[in-house]
Every structure is written in C-alpha cells, then in structure tokens.
C-alpha cells in the first residue's frame, strides 16, 4: 500500500502532479474541432481507494466507435486528437468498435493505432455480432491489447495497475470468475464491461471503478427522455454518467457499494447520429486517479441509479442465438463467394 509518499522529494512531486492535474482539469478550453463535432470532454477524479496506492496516473475512456458509415471518420479522428491532447498514461475503450459489419475494420485499426498511449479494450455486443475474432485482430494490428474475461498488469509512471476485462454481458459473454481469477488486492484495480450493470459483481472484488459505455447516453436527453428509453424501456439500472459511490460506504448490512461505475456517451451510433441535449453529446472522458473527488470541478457528482431490470433467460437465449446466427450467414456469403 502506498500511504504517504516514502521521502520529502516524493511527497513534494505527488502534491505537485495532483495540483497540475486540477488545475488542468479547471482551465482547458475546448478545441475548434470538438465544438465543430460537439464532442464533450468530461473530467472526474478516482475513487478514493486510490489515494493509498497511486500517486497519480491519467486514465481516457472511450467507448462505442462504431467505425462504419453513420459516424464519419472525422469525427473518430478528432475524438482520438481530443484524447492525444490531454496526455493521458494510459486509454481504456469498452467496446462497440463497429456496426454490424467488417468492412470498416482496415479503418477501425488505422484510427486505434493513432493513440499516442497504451490501449487496452473490451468488446462490445456489435462486434460479436460483427464477429468478435475479427473485430480483436483489427484492434489488435493496431497495437490494442484486448481482454475477454482475464485481467493484465500493466506499469504506467513506475505506477503497477491492473486491468479487469469482462466480455461483453448483452450477448452472454461475460465471466467473470474468469476475468478476476488471480487478481491482487495488494494492486490498485481498473475494471471494463461494455454493460454497466457487471460493475455491481466486480466491486465485490475489490475493483472500485468500472468503465462501460453501450447505452450512447441515450443520445436524446432532452426532458430526461434518455432515463425513460434506457432506463424504464431497457431495463438498465446505469445510464449515462457516474453511479456508485468513489468513497467507501459500510451500510449497516454490508450492502452499500463500494465501488463506482461511469457510463460514457459513446463517440459514434449504430442507427442515427441524433445527438441533442448535454448528456447525450459525444465525449471523451478523463479520469486522475490519486485525485479525489472535490479537488477540481466535474461535470457531475455521482448519482442515484435507476430502478433496473434484469434481463430474462428468454432474451439471453435470444441474444446468444443472434450472434451464432449472424455467424452463419458471414460463413454462407464467404463460402458463396469461394464458388
């Protein structure tokens, strides 16, 4: 555990990094571009359980590409600029990377391999419909180490951080005992699930802050119109934002999370790219872990979840048979094309 800074030199640096990263986080001004393409850049600082193991590490997440037609590839590029620009240690995309199709994953490897940081990922449920082997080798040729169930370590800044990845839950692909099999709770925690909802199970085991993305916001959020969508509609308990708590809470039963999780908005769409309203906008989302809460302004303090709904063992089974099905017919057209 890391506590106080072991010397006078190292204290002094920490306090002078989390100052710089407030400062920062208070003073930036929007780019040209991002006005142009109404790309918000939102800044939180980390749970509190950071503080006795980081000094300081600047973490960008990104979520819901979706590389293909709807979304031009300006719009990625200055999405991925926008992120270059902070200097982040290290970029964290939870999936969603393309829209029911491949022809777009030459373009999906030249936009990742712009990061100017490592990447790690998680797949979404479009690229288990697109099909998720070649949706990886995409990310992957561009220098993206992508997780399905299993966790890394990676050293940032002499700084050790794991990283937990689940695979993508709306299609019945996350395991999670897999993902945290091994994991040290002597070692700061990162997790990443494109469906927020996983984060519940990973706070259990000692992650206490989760990634996800797949619900865009609600992309309308006019009238508080993406809660009644997403939330009411779609059963999802995590809408757009941060939820949880970054401090630790024991409730009289032991049933307070300790953990938070952050739904980002998603910088493209699969059907319209309609964005109205400030939640719905796209965004690139910076994270200063070794910062807590209160030192710099943020877009939002956590919020109250909704209500949720699990989802039933009949539209499980539903979504796991539209990934094997879409499979098949990938493998008709190839083998059609061979004749």
Request: charged share 25%; aromatic share 4%; glycine share 10%.
């Amino acid at each position: 555990m890391r506590g106080v800074p072991p010397t006078v030199d190292d204290a002094a640096a920490f306090a002078a990094r989390r100052a710089a990263a407030a400062k920062r986080a208070e003073s930036r001004e929007p780019s040209p571009a991002s006005l142009l393409h109404r790309i918000e850049l939102r800044h939180f600082a980390g749970p509190v359980a950071y503080l006795e193991q980081i000094a300081h590490l600047r973490i960008a997440h990104l979520t819901d590409q979706h590389v293909g037609r709807v979304t031009p590839m300006e719009v990625q590029r200055t999405a991925v600029e926008m992120t270059n620009a902070e200097k982040p240690d290290l970029v964290l995309l939870t999936g969603d990377f393309v829209c029911h199709s491949q022809l777009y994953l030459d373009d999906l490897t030249e936009l990742v391999r712009g990061f100017q940081a490592p990447v790690i990922a998680v797949l979404g449920n479009h690229d288990h419909w697109s099909g998720a082997n070649e949706v990886q080798h995409a990310l992957e040729r561009g220098g993206v180490e992508v997780l399905r169930n299993q966790h890394t370590t990676i050293t940032l800044r002499h700084e050790r951080l794991q990283v937990v990845g689940l695979d993508d839950a709306y299609t019945g692909h996350a395991r999670r005992d897999e993902a945290v099999k091994g994991l040290r709770r002597d070692l700061p925690s990162i997790g990443l699930s494109h469906i927020a909802e996983e984060a519940d199970g990973l706070w259990r085991h000692g992650v206490p802050l989760v990634l996800s993305g797949h619900t865009h916001g609600g992309q309308v959020t006019l009238a508080r119109l993406h809660e009644l969508a997403v939330g009411m509609i779609a059963g999802h308990k995590y809408v757009h934002g941060l939820y949880g708590s970054r401090r630790r809470r024991n409730g009289a039963h032991g049933e307070e999370p300790n953990g938070a999780v952050y739904v980002g908005a998603g910088i493209g769409a699969a059907v319209v790219p309609l964005r109205l309203g400030d939640r719905g906008r796209r965004e690139v989302t910076i994270f200063e872990l070794g910062c807590e809460p209160g030192d710099f302004v943020e877009h939002h303090s956590e919020q109250e979840p909704m209500r949720g709904r699990k989802p039933t063992k009949k539209q499980i089974a539903k979504r796991a048979a539209a990934v094997i099905r879409k499979r098949m017919l990938r493998e008709r057209r190839r083998q059609r094309q061979l004749a």
